[in-house]
């Protein structure tokens, strides 16, 4: 199993920054894909960005040259820097996992850009 643990949520100003961290039971240099989903309140929960083993990444079109995904096996860690915040990236962000063909959530953390 992997249990995921998010944390750096709060509330921020549009224009600024967060930084996600996710914490995995476990070492992750074995973990296939892990990634971060958000859900806003009455929409759909959507990718955000992942990563591979090999370090390959991809991001939602929405998000492109504003947030960075990013591993640190040492540190059994997940990263999203999220700059140039905008209030449409408000919602829940769910750190994400797959491991051996099954699917791991995190509790998700809030991110809330107003002024």
């Known amino acids: 199993q992997v249990q995921l643990v998010e944390s750096g949520g709060g509330l921020v100003q549009p224009g600024g920054s967060l930084r996600l961290s996710c914490a995995a039971s476990r070492n992750i240099f074995s973990i296939d894909v892990m990634g971060w989903y958000r859900q806003a309140p009455g929409k759909q929960r959507e990718l955000v960005a992942v990563?591979?083993?090999?370090?390959?990444?991809n991001y939602a079109d929405s998000v492109k040259g504003r947030f960075t995904i990013s591993r640190d096996n040492a540190k059994n860690s997940l990263y999203l820097q999220m700059n140039s915040l905008k209030p449409e990236d408000t919602a829940v962000y769910y750190c994400?996992?797959?491991?051996?063909?099954?699917?791991?959530w995190g509790q998700g953390t809030q991110v809330t850009v107003s002024s």
């Open positions: 994400h996992a797959k491991f051996l063909s099954r699917t791991y």
């Open positions: 990563i591979i083993r090999d370090g390959g990444t």
